[in-house]
């Protein structure tokens, strides 16, 4: 919704508030105002003109030479290329100086030899959008239709020193859809008066009931229709003043009658329309539901097919209008029209909404019957309508109203008690700032012993239960006045679980090492459903699946990451890291429900670091995504409690897998695909793992221990064993550490070596070992002895030599 701030101050004093101010409180009071628009922001300089002289260039057959006197003391010059342009009109002129939209700034010019001051401008050459033009100046410059004076502020002419204010307008706010509403809602958080438009209507000797006559079929869709007759009628332009307003708020002006209809739409919030009284074809309007594949022509010129779902606006046997929605073409009104028949209805929102989406037509009425319209505003929207004719059309009204009345709306009453309101608030509002809340909202009160009884006005349809009225005083109050508390309990709501922080933790860790987060199907092909499974079981088929591919809930995520993969190659996405998080489902035998379990899984193929200028590049490999898993059971504080043990997997490549152990249970596994396996999906090298999450993420961890910085120096020791190649170095470190006793700190394996010099069947691992001791400096005594105990027990367990 639009709403011009000039406008609205004709309906509300807004002394002393500006058009940002008034925004703001808009918004608090609980109606966001998305912003604010100066409609002629940044254009300065730009004045009325009239056109003394025109004639064509001597030297250009589609330019004019043209005489303008601009206020000034001489008339100037100014070459224009507009066809429409004309001696006599009153023209909008930016003069030399002039600054128009986008900073386009008017400067003294030559045009084909011929000095030009200046620039005759259209609307769009103001800002105004092209579908807000009317069509007679859609092409060519602005032509003034009412009498002004040469030099006059051009902007303050066609509004554009106006500031619009956008209001999004929630669905059970209907009653803001229109000017008149909204002037009620600020005259409520200003605490001013509202200031309705008076309707001086003066009808003829003629009885419209003898011109038309109305029925409706269908009362519970059409509970009451208003019509008026105005005769003698003259299509023009509307006032310059009128067609402002429209362009302000969003509708394209198109002549007197069919502008005041829309002008009413939006002052009072109530849809009309215009019929060509002659182009009826009858004496008769019958409102009824559409007959099966009946069709009409609407406005658009559109042929619509309808259902007896649809309610049509006929002359007693052919529709001439889509309720609610758009008129039809053969009754439209035309420059030839004399009489006009004018149509204010109420029509229930479910029926309009239906034909509105069945034929792809949402139009400024159509959504103000779907939300709900005040049926109190039916009949003095036509009366205001029809007073404008007179006024603008030089018509006559005659005499009554002919109508359809079958609408019982009984007036809303909601009664609340001030202890309900200050107990939901949290406030101690007293009975006093209650009834006058409820008397800036121009609510009908009664109290009764600090218990209001509250008569809904009809324009208020959202408003029907106390929780209603309780918002009501929340926000006229103030939101930010409402004290703020702290929750009082035993439990306090909102908190993530140990188990949710951890796994929060996990997503942002894998994305900060360049894993992108993916989301796959928990359904998979029976041909897959074991690949990469933790555990088997058996698989749990659905009863109606989609497909076979999507026929059977996943045991893993491997496979589907896979597929992300493969999709991703294919398309030239070569280097490529995703994790994702999700349900595997496991077959219940005590259950017809799956036990659901969350694992978390990983893929990544391609480079892992391309430094292009100092020419480095690291491709993924086994190390990489141990070294991502590394990081991740650090950060979880269980790196002291996993292990890796190698493996052979289905689907895994047998010398580069390993199994993920915690605690000496197995937990997952990390490795790379096996080269058949990445083949058939032509993948490149690819490396994948999967974890038990649940697992991961329920082990208790102990309370992080601190130990003060060594004062003292480390003594290292670095050794290369060779034993036979089948011996894990992993085996080989437990059994150092276990030896090295309390001194020994630190043991990484830094080299091995399979080569000609190396015996047949066996292999050397070199191992760096570090001694300290925080208390004092060790001495070389000391560290040859611990250094000793673990050569010993190498060569015991595991038939090792020092490699010479």
Same mark, same amino acid.
């Given at each position: 919704?639009?709403?011009?701030?000039?406008?609205?101050?004709?309906?509300?004093?807004?002394?002393?508030?500006?058009?940002?101010?008034?925004?703001?409180?808009?918004?608090?009071?609980?109606?966001?105002?998305?912003?604010?628009?100066?409609?002629?922001?940044?254009?300065?300089?730009?004045?009325?003109?009239?056109?003394?002289?025109?004639?064509?260039?001597?030297?250009?057959?589609?330019?004019?030479?043209?005489?303008?006197?601009?206020?000034?003391?001489?008339?100037?010059?100014?070459?224009?290329?507009?066809?429409?342009?004309?001696?006599?009109?009153?023209?909008?002129?930016?003069?030399?100086?002039?600054?128009?939209?986008?900073?386009?700034?008017?400067?003294?010019?030559?045009?084909?030899?011929?000095?030009?001051?200046?620039?005759?401008?259209?609307?769009?050459?103001?800002?105004?959008?092209?579908?807000?033009? !009317?069509?007679?100046?859609?092409?060519?410059?602005?032509?003034?239709?009412?009498?002004?004076?040469?030099?006059?502020?051009?902007?303050?002419?066609?509004?554009?020193?106006?500031?619009?204010?956008?209001?999004?307008?929630?669905?059970?706010?209907?009653?803001?859809?229109?000017?008149?509403?909204?002037?009620?809602?600020?005259?409520?958080?200003? /605490?001013?008066?509202?200031?309705?438009?008076?309707?001086?209507?003066?009808? /003829?000797?003629?009885?419209?009931?003898?011109?038309?006559?109305?029925?409706?079929?269908?009362?519970?869709?059409?509970?009451?229709?208003?019509?008026?007759?105005?005769?003698?009628?003259?299509?023009?332009?509307?006032?310059?003043?009128?067609?402002?307003?429209?362009?302000?708020?969003?509708?394209?002006?198109?002549?007197?009658?069919?502008?005041?209809?829309?002008?009413?739409?939006?002052?009072? +919030?109530?849809?009309?329309?215009?019929?060509?009284?002659?182009?009826?074809?009858?004496?008769?309007?019958?409102?009824?539901?559409?007959?099966?594949?009946?069709?009409?022509?609407?406005?658009?010129?559109?042929?619509?097919?309808?259902?007896?779902?649809? $309610?049509?606006?006929?002359?007693?046997?052919?529709?001439?209008?889509?309720?609610?929605?758009?008129?039809?073409?053969?009754?439209?009104?035309?420059?030839?029209?004399?009489?006009?028949?004018?149509?204010?209805?109420?029509?229930?929102?479910?029926?309009?909404?239906?034909?509105?989406?069945?034929?792809?037509?949402?139009?400024?009425?159509?959504?103000?019957?779907?939300?709900?319209?005040?049926?109190?505003?039916?009949?003095?929207?036509?009366?205001?309508?029809?007073?404008?004719?007179?006024?603008?059309?030089?018509?006559?009204?005659?005499?009554?109203?002919?109508?359809?009345?079958?609408?019982?709306?009984?007036?809303?009453?909601?009664?609340?008690?001030?202890?309900?309101?200050?107990?939901?608030?949290?406030?101690?509002?007293?009975?006093?700032?209650?009834?006058?809340?409820?008397?800036?909202?121009?609510?009908?009160?009664?109290?009764?012993?600090?218990?209001?009884?509250?008569?809904?006005?009809?324009?208020? +349809?959202?408003?029907?239960?106390?929780?209603?009225?309780?918002?009501?005083?929340?926000?006229?109050?103030?939101?930010?006045?409402?004290?703020?508390?702290?929750?009082?309990?035993?439990?306090?709501?909102?908190?993530?679980?140990?188990?949710?922080?951890?796994?929060?933790?996990?997503?942002?860790?894998?994305?900060?090492?360049?894993?992108?987060?993916?989301?796959?199907?928990?359904?998979?092909? !029976?041909?897959?459903?074991?690949?990469?499974?933790?555990?088997?079981?058996?698989?749990?088929?659905?009863?109606?699946?989609?497909?076979?591919?999507?026929?059977?809930?996943?045991?893993?995520?491997?496979?589907?990451?896979?597929?992300?993969?493969?999709?991703?190659?294919?398309?030239?996405?070569?280097?490529?890291?995703?994790?994702?998080?999700?349900?595997?489902?496991?077959?219940?035998?005590?259950?017809?429900?799956?036990?659901?379990?969350?694992?978390?899984?990983?893929?990544?193929?391609?480079?892992?670091?391309?430094?292009?200028?100092?020419?480095?590049?690291?491709?993924?490999?086994?190390?990489?995504?141990?070294?991502?898993?590394?990081?991740?059971?650090?950060?979880?504080?269980?790196?002291?409690?996993?292990?890796?043990?190698?493996?052979?997997?289905?689907?895994?490549?047998?010398?580069?897998?390993?199994?993920?152990?915690?605690?000496?249970?197995?937990? +997952?596994?990390?490795?790379?695909?096996?080269?058949?396996?990445?083949?058939?999906?032509?993948?490149?090298?690819?490396?994948?793992?999967?974890?038990?999450?649940?697992?991961?993420?329920?082990?208790?961890?102990?309370?992080?221990?601190?130990?003060?910085?060594?004062?003292?120096?480390?003594?290292?020791?670095?050794?290369?064993?060779?034993?036979?190649?089948?011996?894990?170095? /992993?085996?080989?470190?437990?059994?150092?550490?276990?030896?090295?006793?309390?001194?020994?700190?630190?043991?990484?394996?830094?080299?091995?070596?399979?080569?000609?010099?190396?015996?047949?069947?066996?292999?050397?691992?070199?191992?760096? $070992?570090?001694?300290?001791?925080?208390?004092?400096?060790?001495?070389?005594?000391?560290?040859?002895?611990?250094?000793?105990?673990?050569?010993?027990?190498?060569?015991?367990?595991?038939?090792?030599?020092?490699?010479?």
């Amino acid at each position: 919704m639009f709403v011009s701030y000039k406008w609205l101050s004709e309906y509300v004093d807004l002394t002393g508030v500006s058009a940002n101010e008034l925004a703001d409180l808009i918004t608090k009071s609980g109606i966001e105002v998305e912003g604010v628009e100066v409609l002629g922001d940044g254009i300065k300089n730009v004045v009325v003109g009239h056109v003394l002289e025109c004639e064509q260039h001597p030297d250009a057959d589609k330019l004019n030479k043209c005489l303008v006197d601009v206020g000034d003391e001489e008339p100037v010059q100014i070459i224009c290329g507009a066809a429409n342009v004309g001696k006599g009109q009153k023209v909008v002129v930016a003069k030399v100086g002039a600054v128009l939209p986008g900073n386009f700034k008017i400067k003294k010019a030559k045009l084909r030899g011929q000095e030009s001051h200046g620039m005759i401008c259209s609307l769009q050459e103001l800002g105004i959008e092209s579908k807000l033009v !009317s069509k007679e100046y859609s092409e060519g410059i602005f032509v003034f239709p009412t009498e002004v004076k040469p030099g006059d502020d051009a902007l303050q002419q066609l509004n554009l020193d106006d500031e619009v204010l956008e209001l999004s307008i929630t669905p059970n706010r209907a009653d803001a859809l229109s000017m008149i509403g909204v002037a009620y809602e600020v005259a409520a958080i200003l /605490g001013r008066e509202v200031k309705l438009p008076k309707i001086e209507l003066t009808t /003829g000797s003629e009885k419209a009931s003898d011109y038309i006559s109305v029925s409706v079929e269908e009362n519970q869709d059409n509970p009451l229709y208003v019509a008026r007759v105005v005769k003698n009628v003259k299509i023009a332009p509307s006032p310059l003043w009128l067609q402002n307003r429209l362009m302000a708020a969003g509708i394209r002006p198109h002549n007197n009658v069919v502008d005041i209809t829309n002008f009413i739409l939006l002052e009072y +919030g109530q849809p009309l329309h215009a019929f060509d009284y002659d182009r009826l074809g009858s004496r008769e309007i019958l409102v009824r539901r559409a007959k099966s594949g009946e069709k009409m022509t609407t406005l658009d010129d559109t042929e619509r097919t309808l259902t007896p779902e649809h $309610l049509v606006i006929t002359n007693g046997t052919e529709p001439v209008a889509l309720a609610g929605v758009m008129g039809g073409a053969n009754s439209e009104v035309q420059n030839d029209t004399t009489t006009v028949l004018i149509e204010s209805a109420y029509f229930t929102g479910p029926t309009i909404r239906t034909a509105s989406k069945d034929h792809g037509l949402r139009s400024e009425a159509s959504s103000r019957y779907e939300k709900g319209i005040d049926p109190s505003r039916t009949r003095a929207a036509a009366d205001r309508a029809a007073a404008l004719m007179i006024q603008y059309t030089g018509g006559e009204v005659l005499d009554g109203v002919v109508e359809v009345d079958t609408l019982s709306a009984e007036p809303v009453k909601v009664t609340i008690t001030l202890d309900r309101i200050n107990k939901v608030l949290g406030t101690s509002i007293s009975s006093q700032e209650v009834s006058t809340i409820f008397s800036r909202l121009q609510f009908e009160t009664e109290v009764d012993n600090e218990t209001f009884i509250v008569t809904v006005p009809s324009r208020r +349809g959202d408003i029907t239960i106390e929780e209603d009225l309780v918002e009501e005083v929340a926000r006229l109050f103030g939101y930010d006045n409402l004290p703020t508390t702290l929750p009082v309990g035993q439990t306090f709501p909102g908190k993530l679980t140990d188990y949710q922080e951890k796994r929060r933790k996990i997503r942002r860790y894998l994305e900060g090492t360049g894993s992108y987060q993916a989301v796959t199907y928990s359904l998979t092909s !029976s041909s897959k459903v074991n690949q990469y499974a933790l555990e088997t079981a058996a698989p749990i088929k659905l009863s109606m699946p989609m497909s076979e591919d999507r026929s059977v809930l996943r045991l893993s995520i491997v496979p589907h990451l896979l597929e992300v993969l493969s999709h991703n190659l294919a398309r030239k996405v070569d280097h490529i890291s995703l994790y994702e998080i999700g349900s595997v489902f496991l077959s219940n035998e005590e259950s017809r429900l799956p036990t659901e379990k969350e694992h978390l899984a990983g893929a990544a193929t391609g480079l892992w670091q391309s430094n292009l200028w100092q020419g480095e590049k690291k491709s993924v490999d086994f190390y990489v995504v141990k070294g991502v898993l590394d990081g991740l059971f650090e950060l979880l504080g269980l790196q002291d409690r996993i292990s890796y043990k190698q493996a052979k997997l289905d689907g895994m490549h047998p010398g580069r897998t390993a199994q993920v152990i915690l605690d000496e249970e197995v937990i +997952g596994f990390v490795g790379q695909i096996h080269p058949t396996a990445q083949k058939e999906l032509d993948l490149n090298e690819t490396y994948v793992y999967e974890l038990s999450l649940k697992n991961l993420l329920e082990a208790k961890v102990e309370d992080a221990t601190y130990t003060s910085i060594p004062r003292y120096p480390s003594m290292s020791r670095d050794i290369a064993l060779v034993v036979d190649q089948t011996i894990a170095a /992993g085996v080989i470190k437990e059994a150092i550490i276990e030896a090295g006793g309390k001194l020994l700190k630190e043991v990484s394996i830094f080299d091995l070596y399979e080569g000609e010099r190396m015996e047949d069947g066996k292999k050397s691992v070199a191992y760096s $070992l570090r001694y300290f001791d925080p208390e004092r400096t060790l001495t070389d005594e000391e560290v040859t002895k611990a250094h000793s105990k673990v050569l010993a027990s190498v060569e015991e367990k595991f038939g090792a030599s020092l490699r010479s």
